[in-house]
Each structure stands twice: as C-alpha cells, then as structure tokens.
C-alpha cells in the first residue's frame, strides 16, 4: 500500500463507527439499512461512513435493485496488516537485540563487569 492508501485506511478506521461497520462486514455482505440498524443516526449518516471506507478502498458499494451492498474489501485490510507486521517485526528486533546486551552486562563473565573486592557469591 502506497503512504496515501494508508492515510486514508488509518484515517477512516479511526472513527469508532467505521470500525464497527467494518467488523460487521467480516460476517458477510450487508445493506445500508442493516448497517445503520444497530445506531440512532440516519442512513445519511451511515451512508456517509459508508463513503469514507470506500474512498479508503476499505469497501465497495453495488447497486442491488434499490438496495445498496456494501462489500468488504479484505486485499485492503490485508495491506494494512502487512504493514503493521512490518514496523511490529521491526520493533521486536530491537527489543531483542537490547534484551541480549542487557544481559550480556548482566552476565558474569561478561567484560563490562568487575568483580566486588572481598565479595564472594
């Protein structure tokens, strides 16, 4: 995914309502109406998330007679977990790498310590 895609996906997942229609959609396509069914807001509203997922490529909509279904678009969602992955893989080498020295220092026979005079363990 592209530092564009990115923003947009990370930014229309930011608003909890999004998440949740987006959590909603794992279970399977759904309609605008049973998407705004669970809130006290009106299908404008909900169409109106609706339209930040899509133009994050979060979602697609199709017209189904005068129904609107709204897709989920899991390559996009994968594209987010890549990238996280990426930075998570990142960070837990440095932390490993820290873990090692730290416990190099720790070790007794490492060079950086010095044995206590007149100290017997």
Same mark, same amino acid.
């Given at each position: 995914?592209?530092?564009?895609?990115?923003? &947009?996906?990370?930014?229309? =997942?930011?608003?909890?309502? &999004? &998440?949740?229609?987006?959590? %909603?959609? !794992?279970?399977?396509?759904? !309609? $605008?109406?049973?998407?705004?069914?669970?809130?006290?807001?009106?299908?404008?509203?909900?169409?109106?998330?609706? /339209? $930040?997922?899509?133009?994050?490529?979060?979602?697609?909509?199709?017209?189904?007679?005068? /129904? %609107? &279904? $709204?897709?989920?678009?899991?390559?996009? =969602?994968?594209? =987010? $977990?890549?990238?996280?992955? /990426?930075?998570?893989?990142?960070?837990?080498? /440095? =932390?490993?790498?820290?873990?090692?020295?730290?416990?190099?220092?720790?070790?007794?026979?490492?060079?950086?310590? !010095?044995?206590?005079?007149?100290?017997?363990?």
């Amino acid at each position: 995914m592209a530092g564009h895609e990115l923003d &947009r996906a990370f930014a229309a =997942l930011a608003d909890g309502t &999004r &998440r949740d229609i987006v959590s %909603r959609l !794992t279970l399977g396509d759904a !309609t $605008v109406g049973e998407l705004a069914a669970p809130y006290d807001v009106s299908l404008q509203a909900i169409s109106k998330h609706i /339209r $930040v997922l899509e133009v994050a490529g979060l979602v697609s909509v199709t017209a189904d007679a005068q /129904r %609107r &279904r $709204v897709h989920l678009e899991a390559a996009a =969602l994968a594209g =987010l $977990v890549r990238w996280i992955e /990426r930075h998570q893989r990142a960070a837990e080498a /440095r =932390l490993s790498l820290l873990e090692a020295v730290l416990a190099d220092l720790d070790s007794p026979t490492s060079p950086n310590t !010095t044995p206590t005079k007149g100290k017997t363990s």
